[in-house]
């Protein structure tokens, strides 16, 4: 059974830094597509970030390039999002999911896996 296990959320102030971390268990990750989505109140699940386990490839939404680097530490079985230069507009639940098909990475049908999500609020 995969379990994904998001921390690192709380609040910060615009133009600030949170390092968000998504503990994997229940499996082998390698092969894996880990990805980081959000959600605003009244907004649809969004793509944020992803990472092939075993490459390292990753890829962005260009409205965080410059701004969030996403990362695992194969030893922990653990993925980061860390987030710099924060704004307003970031504000949101921020959810881990996996998978192991290479299917469309942004779209979250995509993923079969998902953690409970971690609040971030970003004030002005």
């Known amino acids: 059974q995969v379990q994904l296990v998001e921390s690192g959320g709380g609040l910060v102030q615009a133009g600030g830094s949170l390092r968000l971390s998504c503990a994997a268990s229940?499996?082998?990750?390698?092969?894996?597509?880990m990805a980081w989505f959000r959600q605003a109140p009244g907004k649809e699940r969004e793509f944020v970030a992803t990472i092939r386990w075993s490459s390292g490839i990753t890829y962005y939404v260009d409205s965080v390039k410059g701004r969030f680097t996403i990362s695992r530490d194969n030893a922990k079985n653990t993925v980061y999002l860390q987030m710099n230069t924060l704004k307003p507009e970031d504000t949101a639940v921020y959810y881990c999911a996996a998978d192991s098909s290479r299917a469309t990475y942004y779209d979250t049908t995509s993923y079969a896996y998902w953690g409970q999500g971690t609040q971030v609020t970003v004030s002005s």
């Open positions: 229940g499996r082998t990750f390698s092969g894996y597509t």
